[in-house]
């Protein structure tokens, strides 16, 4: 319970007033000044693409650069948009990429670069069988947003 709610609940009325009229008055007051604060923190709450409507969140989604692919569970959805900003700071080293990867559920994966036998602009990426069974639309989609341009990348 916020502050203003708690100084809503602690409002009490003399002990001569407390009968009738006056307090059928206060328990009236109190649910109107709850309900008008719920209005006036609405679209407050509603800049948290964790807990806001899915309309807002598309709008927050569209604002940071976030599209939804076929079949993405909408908290999977929510997660990617909360941490677009993050993951795009992120997206330069190889630290950087792999905690996207955690950041967004896929788990540990592992980033081997310039590896002896194969072009220098191809990115190994290591990842369990599971991991890419489960998460193959999210894999493609990250590395389509965060992945270097001069890359390529192999599973």
């Known amino acids: 319970m916020n502050e203003f709610m708690k100084k809503l609940a602690g409002m009490v009325l003399p002990s001569w007033m407390d009968r009738g009229e006056p307090r059928k008055l206060l328990q009236t007051a109190r649910r109107f000044w709850a309900e008008v604060y719920g209005w006036v923190t609405w679209p407050l709450n509603q800049f948290d693409p ?9 709008l927050l989604a569209y604002d940071r ?13 929510r997660r990617r948009v909360a941490y677009a900003f993050v993951n795009a700071r992120d997206a330069g080293s190889v630290e950087g990429f792999i905690s996207i990867f955690e950041r967004l ?12 036998g194969i072009d220098w602009d191809v990115i190994q990426v290591r990842v369990t069988d599971s991991q890419i069974a489960d998460n193959t639309q999210l894999m493609i989609q990250i590395i389509r947003q965060y992945g270097r341009t001069c890359r390529r990348y192999q599973f």
Not at 50 to 58: Q, Y
Not at 65 to 77: A, C, K, T
Not at 105 to 116: A, D, W
């Open 50 to 58: 964790l807990t806001c409507t899915p309309a807002l969140l598309n």
């Open 65 to 77: 650069d976030i599209s939804r692919f076929d079949g993405e569970p909408l908290e999977l959805f």
């Open 105 to 116: 559920g896929i788990g540990y994966v592992e980033l081997l670069e310039r590896q002896p």
